[in-house]
């Protein structure tokens, strides 16, 4: 039939050999690509983290603008690849509310965001990442911050100089959901939504340790016995931070995370203070009542169990509730992707 080519079995056992061959060669270059742009990103997170003591003797801003610088150049030499040079996405357009404000959790700092900040960039939002007081790169002595205001201190002076026709997305990880929680008091205004990430979202009267407690046990019995407190006042006086050791901290924190990112978190975490753990939070129907709240809940989470985070939930109910399984306690996550689809979700609900 002129130009019809006629093929043995074998060659046609051949050709498919080298079809699959071929296929598999593509997928396991596309494999190594996506792990070596992980590589780089872990590595620019792991240095930054490294010479972050050093950096701040001469740093003159916040953590968040080191954060987003790396991830933007990151993003100017990868988004290319990644987004296979397609525009934004449309939705974009039904966004109202655009800008979101990472608030990290006890002992953590802006940097722990980096995966998240890449991802939400990628997308055309806009993330922003803030060291609290004593936190990442903020030079103030943990000893010193004794009160849940003043350690939420950066993020109020951030909403306090936002214009009063601009609003904010709040998400903050474990404790930092109390600093959340205070800023939706103090400036209902300004925030369009709330999310609590595996987080303490505590009712009026409330502190923040209170929710740890099945954990770590009571209050009173923890500033008593516990070997993890810090005295930087000195042992004749009352305790004023919390350091777990290696173990404790991969065991409550990090039982699902990548071994770089504990490698990380372990060069960069700094002692949580007591006294923002233990100031009870005045919340009224008015304000913090009005707010819009939505909750992330992590299930194989081992500092906040399941079954604590349902208890709050049932206490005191947010808006709308997600859930995401593999992950841990720890803000990296194994799974950013999927907290990064659930960010990008919240924003686009009316």
């Known amino acids: 039939?002129?130009?019809?080519?006629?093929?043995?079995?074998?060659?046609?056992?051949?050709?498919?050999?080298?079809?699959?061959?071929?296929?598999?060669?593509?997928?396991?270059?596309?494999?190594?690509?996506?792990?070596?742009?992980?590589?780089?990103?872990?590595?620019?997170?792991?240095?930054?983290?490294?010479?972050?003591?050093?950096?701040?003797?001469?740093?003159?801003?916040?953590?968040?603008r080191r954060v987003g610088s790396t991830s933007s150049r990151r993003r100017n030499d990868l988004t290319d690849q990644l987004t296979n040079s397609k525009q934004l996405p449309e939705f974009l357009e039904n966004i109202k509310t655009k800008k979101i404000v990472l608030i990290h959790g006890e002992g953590f700092g802006a940097w722990c965001w980096y995966k998240t900040i890449a991802l939400l960039e990628e997308t055309g939002?806009?993330?922003?990442?803030?060291?609290?007081?004593?936190?990442?790169?903020?030079?103030?002595n943990t000893n010193n911050v004794t009160s849940l205001e003043a350690y939420s201190k950066p993020l109020i002076d951030y909403l306090e100089n936002l214009p009063e026709d601009e609003k904010v997305i709040l998400v903050g990880h474990s404790a930092g959901g109390a600093c959340v929680s205070y800023a939706l008091e103090?400036?209902?205004?300004?925030?369009?939504?709330a999310v609590f990430l595996c987080a303490t979202m505590i009712s009026d009267g409330q502190r923040p340790f209170d929710v740890f407690a099945e954990e770590l046990g009571s209050a009173e019995l923890f500033t008593q016995e516990s070997k993890f407190l810090t005295y930087g006042n000195g042992k004749d006086k009352p305790a004023t931070g919390i350091m777990f050791e290696k173990e404790q901290m991969h065991g409550l924190y990090f039982n699902q995370s990548p071994t770089k990112d504990v490698a990380l978190a372990m060069v960069s975490m700094r002692p949580i203070p007591l006294g923002p753990m233990m100031d009870k939070l005045s919340l009224t129907p008015e304000k913090y009542g009005t707010g819009r709240r939505f909750y992330i809940q992590t299930l194989d989470d081992h500092a906040l169990s399941p079954d604590v985070q349902e208890k709050l939930l049932r206490?005191?109910?947010?808006?709308?509730?997600?859930?995401?399984?593999?992950?841990?306690?720890?803000?990296f996550f194994s799974k950013p992707q999927s907290l990064h689809k659930i960010l990008v979700e919240i924003a686009q609900i009316p």
Do not use: W, Y
Not at 18 to 47: C, Y
Not at 128 to 139: N, V
Not at 186 to 193: D, G, L, W, Y
Not at 315 to 331: Q, R, T
């Open 1 to 64: 039939m002129g130009n019809t080519m006629c093929m043995t079995k074998k060659e046609i056992r051949e050709a498919g050999k080298n079809g699959i061959g071929s296929r598999s060669r593509r997928m396991e270059r596309s494999k190594r690509r996506s792990l070596l742009e992980e590589e780089l990103l872990h590595r620019q997170a792991l240095s930054m983290a490294i010479q972050q003591h050093q950096l701040s003797q001469r740093f003159d801003g916040s953590i968040s």
């Open 315 to 331: 206490v005191n109910p947010p808006e709308g509730v997600f859930k995401i399984k593999g992950s841990d306690h720890s803000p």
């Open 125 to 140: 939002l806009v993330p922003i990442a803030l060291d609290l007081t004593g936190s990442g790169i903020d030079l103030t």
């Open 186 to 193: 103090h400036f209902p205004t300004k925030i369009a939504k």
